[in-house]
């Protein structure tokens, strides 16, 4: 399985992003796909994720409202719309997939379930 996340860049403060991580080898038809990110000098958090076939999605607090997790299981992708950007949210994006029991929750934002990992794309959000 391969993921690809794309979408990364440079936004000024208030601005919008749109990520994708495509899927290839594999298709899901359970499980979940997640974002997660990490800023330089801090530790990976979860962002979001969102169950393949339910579509019932979870935020992490620092994120809700502004961001919304989605996805094509058609084309086996997910995508992460980012809105109202900020400088704390300049970090390397990573999707990742689970491919596990339904997890609903906080238990869904655990790192160790996801088995797949994309290579990252860069968010830069500038004041």
């Known amino acids: 399985v391969q993921l690809q996340a794309s979408g990364g860049g440079l936004v000024q403060a208030g601005g919008s992003l749109s990520l994708s991580c495509a899927a290839s080898?594999?298709?899901?038809?359970?499980?979940?796909m997640g974002w997660f990110r990490q800023a330089p000098g801090k530790e990976r958090e979860f962002v979001a994720t969102?169950?393949?076939?339910?579509?019932?999605?979870y935020y992490s607090d620092s994120v809700k409202g502004r961001f919304t997790i989605s996805r094509d299981n058609v084309k086996n992708t997910g995508y992460l719309q980012m809105n109202s950007l900020s400088p704390e949210d300049t970090a390397v994006y990573y999707c990742?997939?689970?491919?596990?029991?339904?997890?609903?929750?906080?238990?869904?934002?655990?790192?160790?379930?996801?088995?797949?990992w994309g290579q990252g794309t860069l968010v830069t959000v500038s004041s």
């Open positions: 080898g594999r298709t899901f038809s359970s499980g979940a």
């Open positions: 990742a997939v689970d491919t596990g029991p339904l997890r609903v929750g906080a238990v869904a934002a655990v790192a160790p379930y996801y088995d797949f």
């Open positions: 969102i169950n393949w076939s339910s579509g019932f999605a």
